[in-house]
């Protein structure tokens, strides 16, 4: 049936067009689930029409059907009344409507085969999107948390900068802390080397303590010699 076909191939060609777009899940989910609610109105208008259409086959085989029996009926009276002339023109009119009856049957088989095709696959249609409803809730929960894993990611590209600018601040105070350490120590030697310098002096002075006898004569040899 070309209607089952051409359902077919749309609900085949959205799928397909929409895997090929697949770069955000949870808003090609959603345009995927819309995409088959616009292929279930569709199927539920054929299918309605294909119905329509067996329903009126069906009326028309019946209608047949019962126009064959009264033309039995009045055969059966026409002989019974000895009329065997209005009999002959009953049977021959009901011979016609076997003719179209079974035309009629094979229509409506057709319809009926159509109609059942139809209810199938707007039923198997309407059970795939519920069985997706469920699995579209089960997509953007994972995708929801695969973004807030991905959050996660950056804060910790963050935490892991931050990391390195701690390791470079802890390197600079190393760094300083050496430069102030040897300044430091270049003082203590400034310093050490001066009191050395100092302590020499009055070390020499205080190796020659004061002697009162050898001042005088000191004094004395300088007069005598008029110095």
């Given at each position: 049936?070309?209607?089952?076909?051409?359902?077919?191939?749309i609900?085949?060609?959205?799928?397909?067009a929409?895997l090929?777009?697949?770069?955000?899940p949870?808003?090609?989910?959603?345009?995927?689930?819309?995409?088959?609610?616009?292929?279930l109105?569709?199927?539920?208008?054929?299918?309605?029409?294909?119905?329509?259409?067996?329903?009126?086959?069906?009326?028309?085989?019946n209608?047949?059907?019962?126009q064959?029996?009264?033309?039995q009926?009045?055969?059966?009276?026409?002989l019974?009344?000895?009329?065997?002339?209005?009999?002959?023109?009953?049977l021959e009119?009901?011979?016609?409507?076997?003719?179209t009856?079974?035309?009629l049957?094979q229509?409506?088989?057709?319809?009926?085969?159509?109609?059942?095709?139809?209810?199938?696959?707007?039923?198997?249609?309407?059970k795939d999107?519920?069985?997706?409803?469920?699995?579209?809730a089960?997509?953007?929960?994972t995708?929801?948390?695969?973004?807030?894993?991905?959050?996660?990611?950056?804060?910790?590209s963050?935490?892991?900068g931050?990391?390195?600018?701690?390791?470079?601040?802890?390197k600079?105070?190393?760094?300083?802390?050496?430069?102030?350490?040897?300044?430091?120590?270049?003082a203590?030697?400034n310093?050490?080397?001066e009191?050395?310098?100092?302590?020499?002096?009055?070390?020499k002075?205080?190796?020659?303590p004061?002697?009162?006898?050898?001042?005088?004569?000191?004094?004395?040899?300088?007069?005598?010699m008029?110095?």
């Amino acid at each position: 049936m070309g209607i089952l076909t051409r359902f077919k191939d749309i609900m085949a060609s959205n799928i397909n067009a929409l895997l090929d777009k697949c770069e955000d899940p949870e808003k090609m989910i959603d345009q995927y689930m819309r995409n088959l609610e616009s292929d279930l109105g569709k199927v539920k208008a054929e299918t309605a029409s294909v119905m329509a259409e067996e329903t009126r086959a069906k009326r028309e085989l019946n209608e047949c059907t019962e126009q064959i029996n009264k033309m039995q009926t009045y055969a059966e009276k026409a002989l019974m009344a000895g009329n065997e002339s209005d009999a002959r023109t009953f049977l021959e009119k009901k011979q016609s409507l076997v003719n179209t009856q079974t035309a009629l049957q094979q229509a409506y088989d057709i319809a009926k085969n159509n109609a059942d095709k139809m209810r199938q696959m707007h039923d198997k249609l309407v059970k795939d999107i519920q069985n997706l409803e469920s699995r579209r809730a089960a997509i953007k929960a994972t995708v929801k948390a695969a973004k807030a894993q991905e959050r996660i990611n950056k804060v910790g590209s963050s935490v892991t900068g931050a990391n390195n600018s701690m390791e470079a601040f802890s390197k600079m105070e190393a760094k300083a802390n050496k430069m102030l350490d040897e300044a430091n120590a270049m003082a203590e030697l400034n310093q050490t080397a001066e009191n050395a310098d100092i302590d020499n002096l009055a070390a020499k002075y205080d190796a020659s303590p004061s002697n009162a006898e050898v001042d005088d004569e000191l004094a004395a040899l300088k007069a005598k010699m008029g110095l």
